[in-house]
Structures are given as structure tokens and as C-alpha cells.
T-cell receptor, first 113, second 112 residues
Framework: NAGVTQTPKFQVLKTGQSMTLQCAQDMNHEYMSWYRQDPGMGLRLIHY???????DQGEVPNGYNVSRSTTEDFPLRLLSAAPSQTSVYFCASSPGQSNSPLHFGNGTRLTVT | KQEVTQIPAALSVPEGENLVLNCSFTDSAIYNLQWFRQDPGKGLTSLLL?????REQTSGRLNASLDKSSGRSTLYIAASQPGDSATYLCAVPTGANSKLTFGKGITLSVRP
């Protein structure tokens, strides 16, 4: 059981480039989300989805797009990378019920120069 | 707006010590609280989830308590080991679904 899989593990981008961070889960979880983790700021929610075809914004959505065409996949797109988007990005999923634990991937470390 | 605080930011203890990690939150209208562990360069692993109707939850040497009225939770680690060295984060739901607000974590170092 792979759980939540994120690719790539590391990425370096130049300012203005675009890219997609991939996230896939094999637990048939309805809820998926993206967080970024920055020193001194903790984990902040970027976007989330409560099921296929449904997405919504979190605390820090600007500069990011998401889509949820299948239950398994929840990619995060950076439209035009900025140095402020240098961070570690985590994807997480849960069955969606209010008392279900959240399962995290191992993260993508992104550097924007 | 819900705020979650974990103090201190770092803690160093000798092996074998029993210890308590604290978590406080400002909005007591929560339906659960989760404790996570994060190892360097890794994602978060859920340790314990306490529902609002519970006061305690136990898993092995870990015991978490929840006092909603005072906006506090504690994670008790018995007989600490060097393998317990990690960052421990608490999180509470914000609104519906599984959106969580996280504390900044406590980095624990257990010295052999």
C-alpha cells in the first residue's frame, strides 16, 4: 500500500517558469489537500478538494492552481514561479469524515531562483 | 481565526525521561485534535486523533489528552528513547471537512 505519493522529491525552477507537482493516493480517499511548510510559518493550506470535480481555496492560494479529475490524483500547478514560492510542499489525504486522520506524502522541496 | 500554539519550539531531554508536550488553541469549538510526528526530510505521520467527546487517547508509550474548555492538549511520552527525536505538531480542524490549522511544532531531541 503506497499511501500518498508525491513527485518529484526535489525541483529547481527559474523565476517565471511553470510546473506541476504531482500527488496520487491509492486509499480511495475523498479529501485531498496541499500544504506548504516554511521555517517560522508552519504548515499553511494552499488548496483542497472534497471529491472529484470539487476544489476550493485554502489560506494561501495565490499563484497556484489545482484540479481533481479523478479520486486518486490532485496535481498542484505553479503558473509562474516566484522566489516566494520556495518551500516544501506536502500533499495529504483522508477519507473525508470529520474524525479521520490525515495521511501525508513525503513532500516536494522546491527552490525558485 | 483559529490559532494553534506550541511552546517551547525545541526541547532536549535525557533518555528515559517522561515528558509532556503542550498545545493550545484559541477556538474551543473543535470536533477533534490530531498529534503528528515529522522526521527530518519526511512528511507528517498521524500519531493520535482525539475526538471532542474523548478526554484521552493512548497508543503505546504515547498518551494525548484534550481539554476543550481550556483550549489545551498535551502529548505525554513515557520513557523517552533517542528514536523519539523528531518534531511533534498538533492540529485542529478549521470549519468543515478535514482542513486543519497546525501549530509550528516542538522539535524534540532525546539524548542517549
Amino acid at each position: 500500500n503506497a499511501g500518498v505519493t508525491q513527485t518529484p522529491k526535489f525541483q529547481v525552477l527559474k523565476t517565471g517558469q511553470s510546473m506541476t507537482l504531482q500527488c496520487a493516493q491509492d486509499m480511495n480517499h475523498e479529501y485531498m489537500s496541499w500544504y506548504r511548510q516554511d521555517p517560522g510559518m508552519g504548515l499553511r493550506l494552499i488548496h483542497y478538494s472534497v471529491g472529484a470535480g470539487i476544489t476550493d481555496q485554502g489560506e494561501v492560494p495565490n499563484g497556484y492552481n489545482v484540479s481533481r479529475s479523478t479520486t486518486e490524483d490532485f496535481p498542484l500547478r505553479l503558473l509562474s514561479a516566484a522566489p516566494s514560492q520556495t518551500s516544501v510542499y506536502f500533499c495529504a489525504s483522508s477519507p473525508g469524515q470529520s474524525n479521520s486522520p490525515l495521511h501525508f506524502g513525503n513532500g516536494t522541496r522546491l527552490t525558485v531562483t | 481565526k483559529q490559532e494553534v500554539t506550541q511552546i517551547p519550539a525545541a526541547l532536549s531531554v535525557p533518555e528515559g525521561e517522561n515528558l509532556v508536550l503542550n498545545c493550545s488553541f484559541t477556538d474551543s469549538a473543535i470536533y477533534n485534535l490530531q498529534w503528528f510526528r515529522q522526521d527530518p526530510g519526511k512528511g507528517l505521520t498521524s500519531l493520535l486523533l482525539i475526538q471532542s467527546s474523548q478526554r484521552e487517547q493512548t497508543s503505546g508509550r504515547l498518551n494525548a489528552s484534550l481539554d476543550k474548555s481550556s483550549g489545551r492538549s498535551t502529548l505525554y511520552i513515557a520513557a523517552s528513547q533517542p528514536g523519539d527525536s523528531a518534531t511533534y505538531l498538533c492540529a485542529v480542524p478549521t470549519g468543515a471537512n478535514s482542513k486543519l490549522t497546525f501549530g509550528k511544532g516542538i522539535t524534540l531531541s532525546v539524548r542517549p
